[in-house]
T-cell receptor
Framework: DVKVTQSSRYLVKRTGEKVFLECVQD?????MFWYRQDPGLGLRLIYF???????EKGDIPEGYSVSREKKERFSLILESASTNQTSMYLC????????????FGPGTRLTVL | AQKITQTQPGMFVQEKEAVTLDCTYD???????LFWYKQPSSGEMIFLIY??????QNATEGRYSLNFQKARKSANLVISASQLGDSAMYFC???????????FGKGTRLSVIA
């Protein structure tokens, strides 16, 4: 069964802290993505990666960075968390061929106090 | 660039009735793909159905069908015989030409009433 896992379902951090959100997929997918989801705004793409050590900015990369050292793992980093980064974060992966259906992880609800 | 518009923030439907969730899209790519996802209150995103821009027939998956009208740039999701478990957020999404990320709409919250 295909699987995308995220390190935490719920996370509470303080303003200014460095935050790591981890995502692992077991489907040998080339592509991996990070979205944030906010009420009324849908899913917005933060960063994505087509291969190991490659990264591309999405629509809202400001305040975030990513790391992809291994094919199966894609990390989202908040260098200095702020209250406006309180959100649901969703990781996804997909093949690079076919119709590129994205498989999603369960999400991490991050609260920054 | 691709854009997805879902104009219905929320909808209600009676159990066992059919319901249509609207989705319009905009793209200049000659080839693209259209997707629908369901997000229950638990938060996970569940893939429902896919339609390729060159597919001649409308996609169907069980109780889900995609009413694809290319000239009108619409890709509405039709759920037949609604069930209480269909209550969720529904997102329309599209992919442009090649290996590109999905672009999502803002979603429609569907509530099924007994």
């Amino acid at each position: 069964d295909v699987k995308v896992t995220q390190s935490s379902r719920y996370l509470v951090k303080r303003t200014g802290e460095k935050v790591f959100l981890e995502c692992v997929q077991d489907m040998d997918h080339e592509n991996m993505f990070w979205y944030r989801q906010d009420p009324g705004l849908g899913l917005r793409l933060i960063y994505f990666s087509y291969d190991v050590k490659m990264k591309e900015k999405g629509d809202i990369p400001e305040g975030y960075s990513v790391s992809r050292e291994k094919k199966e793992r894609f990390s989202l980093i908040l260098e200095s968390a702020s209250t406006n980064q309180t959100s649901m974060y969703l990781c996804a992966s997909s093949q690079s061929s076919g119709y590129n259906e994205q498989f999603f992880g369960p999400g991490t609800r991050l609260t920054v106090l | 660039a691709q854009k997805i518009t879902q104009t219905q923030p929320g909808m209600f439907v009676q159990e066992k009735e059919a319901v249509t969730l609207d989705c319009t899209y905009d793209t200049s790519d000659p080839s693209y793909g259209l997707f629908w996802y369901k997000q229950p209150s638990s938060g996970e995103m569940i893939f429902l159905i896919y339609q390729g821009s060159y597919d001649q027939q409308n996609a169907t998956e069980g109780r889900y069908s995609l009413n694809f009208q290319k000239a009108r740039k619409s890709a509405n999701l039709v759920i037949s015989a609604s069930q209480l478990g269909d209550s969720a957020m529904y997102f329309c999404a599209m992919r442009g030409l090649g290996n590109t990320p999905l672009v999502f709409g803002k979603g429609t919250r569907l509530s099924v009433i007994a």
